[in-house]
């Protein structure tokens, strides 16, 4: 049984197996695009099925040789991505012989996430953004109560010149998210209103400058840091593998240390 196992991690952890699997995403996703066209919708839904079912199948035996090659049950799901591709694979049996063919076609476009847990360098991006959650809550709470300022002081200024963009205060909400895009915010938004208030561009002026170059490039700063480190975690460099010696031959001086005072 141990040869079994071993032999089925040695499988799993293959880059042929791991590439292989990565084709077939790939086919996959190519599959799912084509019913998305009518004609290839209408003429080969019939191979395309027979195709869906068998990339659906080869994905079971993946999970399957994964999940023998794993030391134990509860290791392999104490994986995250093992459980993501457990869920995402599981989802295919859902459904089978019903009639919700929205759902089933959801569930067959997102096997193509499985390409995020193939892919290391895809698992650190996800990972990167994990850890930016807590951070970007602070980040976020920041610009909404810039956003809340800003959308005030607009609707206060421009309500009469611009109810279109400024009417109300979600009106305003919605014109000052189109200005931080920096998508047509001049020649749509600004220019109208600085026809009829010349003065008006520091409200503009100055909410680009705080909210595009300030506090977006908070959060520019946050996802690099982090990227930084999921890629320390996953591959550590030289020092940090030094520095985790020390600390373990550390740890054992310590120990010696009580068991002689013992």
Known sequence: MNHFRKKSAEIAAHPIFINAILVLIVINAILVGLETYPYFAGTYFKWINIADQIILWI??????????????????FRNPWNVFDFVIVASGYLFIGA??????????????????????????MVRALLLTIPSMGTILLLLGIFFYIFAVIGTM???????EYFGTLHDSLLSLFQVITLESWASGVMRPILA?????????????????????????????????EASREEKPTPTD??????????KDIKRLLEKKTE
């Open 59 to 76: 994905f079971t035996v993946e999970i399957i040789i994964r999940l023998i090659g794993s030391k134990s049950i509860s290791s392999f």
């Open 196 to 228: 009829d208030d010349p003065a008006s561009w520091w409200f503009f002026v100055t909410f680009i400058i705080i909210g595009s170059f300030v506090i977006i490039n908070l959060f520019v700063g946050v996802v690099v840091n982090n990227v930084e």
């Open 157 to 163: 200024m421009f309500q009469s010149i611009a109810p």
């Open 99 to 124: 009639h919700y063919v929205t759902v089933i076609r959801i569930l067959r476009v997102l096997r193509v996430l499985r390409v995020v847990s193939v892919i290391p360098s895809l698992r650190r």
């Open 241 to 250: 593998i030094k520095l985790e010696e020390v600390q373990n031959e550390l």
